[in-house]
Nanobody, 123 residues
């Protein structure tokens, strides 16, 4: 089963940018569609973005569309989340996830998860 490790989180002012990375190991990276999710205490894990194996099809939550971009580097087994124009409501623990299934827009469809990286946006 693939193992995932996120990095790139931190503290940023509103309007700023961050790029999250997620490295994959122990699996065939190109076999997986990849997703980014986020969670704040007391709330369910929320879909942010996903990208299919082919790197052609991407999907975004309405709250981040136009500000966030998901991409993947199949050579280096890494998926990225470029986050621009960050807002305080983007503050959360961000998780990377992998699935071999077709559905990618909810946490229940993903079987492999990283430990998460914290993103904090100050106003």
């Amino acid at each position: 089963q693939v193992q995932l490790a996120e990095s790139g989180g931190g503290l940023v002012q509103a309007g700023g940018s961050l790029r999250l990375s997620c490295g994959a190991s122990r699996g065939t990276f190109m076999s997986y569609s990849m997703g980014w999710f986020r969670q704040v205490p007391g709330k369910e894990r929320e879909f942010v973005a996903a990208i299919r194996r082919s790197d052609v099809n991407t999907y975004y939550a309405k709250s981040v569309k136009g500000r966030f971009t998901i991409s993947r580097d199949n050579t280096n087994n890494t998926v990225y989340l470029q986050m621009n124009n960050l807002k305080p409501e983007d503050t959360a623990l961000y998780y990377c996830a992998a699935t071999t299934g077709l559905a990618v827009n909810a946490a229940r469809f993903f079987g492999s998860w990283g430990q998460g990286t914290q993103v904090t946006v100050s106003s």
